[in-house]
């Protein structure tokens, strides 16, 4: 049986956010509003405070397509936010959890996967399938993109140990697994990710992945001229 969800609906397509809040409501969940991103939606969340907002989005690999999301994050970090969108480039997922969603679920994915990715943001976890995750971190391992003035910001806030516990991460190694290839305790590992998190400016390992890779900042770390 579900449990009722406090939510916002937001997507590119009025019409589709309020059938989407509808079709919600109908199967007993409490849909606070529903709106298209023109109609000032960040704020509209922001306002009503949901446990989770569902953010539809034609078009994830746009620059900027998640700053709503990103603003949503920093004022109010406890609404989780679930991305609908299309299968996107590995990109446009990396641009989602870097801007602080909590989730992926393909929009064209059943009203039941909705609702499970609903529920997973909402008890803290990460609402994204298996198979779009691998292509995710194959992105953020391996990044198109050019490197930016604001990698070169964020490497100079690191330690260089705290750049090495980043690349770890990126890597996906778990706080054992740091602690053993930098022959340092776990407690000190965990340590660490939380201060390199803190300085970042996120709230999850993988937040912290796709931040690096989207700003080019892994490209600095592990390039020539780099050590």
């Known amino acids: 049986m579900w449990m009722t969800v406090r939510l916002v609906v937001v997507d590119d397509h009025r019409l589709?956010?309020?059938?989407?809040?509808?079709?919600?409501?109908?199967?007993?969940?409490?849909?606070l509003a529903a709106a298209?991103?023109?109609?000032?939606?960040?704020?509209?969340?922001?306002s009503r405070v949901p446990e989770v907002c569902l953010w539809g989005t034609a078009a994830p690999a746009e620059p900027g397509a998640f700053d709503p999301v990103a603003r949503i994050k920093r004022e109010k970090p406890r609404i989780a936010v679930v991305v609908l969108g299309p299968v996107p480039s590995p990109k446009g997922i990396a641009a989602a959890?870097?801007?602080?969603?909590?989730?992926?679920?393909?929009?064209?994915?059943?009203?039941?996967?909705?609702?499970?990715?609903?529920l997973r943001a909402r008890a803290g976890e990460a609402a994204v399938t298996p198979q779009l995750l691998q292509g995710a971190f194959a992105e953020l391992l391996n990044p198109?993109?050019?490197?930016?003035?604001?990698?070169?910001?964020?490497?100079?806030?690191?330690?260089?140990?705290?750049?090495?516990?980043?690349?770890?991460?990126a890597e996906g190694?778990?706080?054992?697994?740091?602690?053993?290839?930098?022959?340092?305790a776990p407690s000190t590992a965990r340590t660490h990710v939380q201060r390199v998190l803190m300085k970042l400016g996120v709230g999850s390992r993988l937040e912290a992945a796709a931040l690096a890779a989207r700003t080019g900042l892994l490209d600095r770390v592990t390039g020539p001229g780099t050590g």
């Open 97 to 118: 959890f870097a801007a602080g969603a909590s989730g992926y679920v393909r929009h064209d994915e059943r009203i039941e996967g909705v609702e499970r990715g609903m």
């Open 36 to 46: 298209a991103p023109a109609a000032g939606a960040a704020e509209l969340v922001v």
């Open 173 to 184: 190694e778990d706080t054992r697994r740091i602690a053993v290839g930098m022959g340092i």
């Open 16 to 31: 589709h956010a309020e059938a989407l809040a509808s079709a919600l409501r109908l199967r007993g969940h409490r849909v």
């Open 144 to 169: 198109t993109a050019e490197p930016d003035d604001e990698g070169a910001r964020l490497l100079k806030m690191l330690t260089p140990r705290e750049v090495e516990v980043l690349v770890r991460v």
